[in-house]
C-alpha cells in the first residue's frame, strides 16, 4: 500500500523551530521528486517547497525562503522539513507529496499520494 506519513508538528513559539518528518511506504521514494505543502484554516492550500529526486534541485516559496530547508534521506526512504525562525503565518497542515513533474512553478498542480498531514501551530 502506498502511504506518506508526516510527523513532528506541534506547538512552538514565534522563533522557535520544528523539523517535519516524511516517511514513505510501500514505494522507492527515490523515485520521486518530493513537495511539502501547508494550508491554513480558511486558506488556500500553499506549495512550501519541492526537491527532486536527487536533491540536486530545490525550489522554496518566497514566504519561507531563508528559514525552512528540505532535505531527503533516500535510504531511509524519508523526507524532512527543517523549519526555523516561525511566524504565526506559518500556522497550517503541512503536508507531504510525491511531485510528478519537475520542481518548477507548476508542480503544485502535478501531485501523486499525499499523507494525512501534521499540524504546526506557531503561537506566544
Known amino acids: 500500500q502506498v502511504q506518506l506519513v508526516e510527523s513532528g508538528g506541534g506547538l512552538v513559539q514565534p522563533g522557535g523551530s520544528l523539523r517535519l518528518s516524511c516517511v514513505a511506504s510501500g514505494f522507492t521514494l527515490s523515485y520521486y521528486n518530493i513537495g511539502w505543502l501547508r494550508q491554513a484554516p480558511g486558506k488556500e492550500r500553499e506549495g512550501v517547497v519541492c526537491i527532486s529526486s536527487s536533491g540536486t534541485v530545490t525550489l522554496y516559496a518566497d514566504s519561507v525562503k531563508g528559514r525552512f530547508t528540505i532535505s531527503r534521506d533516500n535510504a531511509k526512504n524519508t523526507a524532512f522539513l527543517q523549519m526555523n525562525s516561525l511566524k504565526p503565518e506559518d500556522t497550517a497542515t503541512y503536508y507531504c507529496?510525491?511531485?510528478?513533474?519537475?520542481?518548477?512553478?507548476?508542480?503544485?498542480?502535478?501531485?501523486?499520494?499525499w499523507g494525512q498531514g501534521t499540524q504546526v501551530i506557531v503561537s506566544s
Open positions: 507529496a510525491t511531485v510528478l513533474t519537475g520542481c518548477d512553478s507548476r508542480w503544485t498542480g502535478e501531485l501523486g499520494p
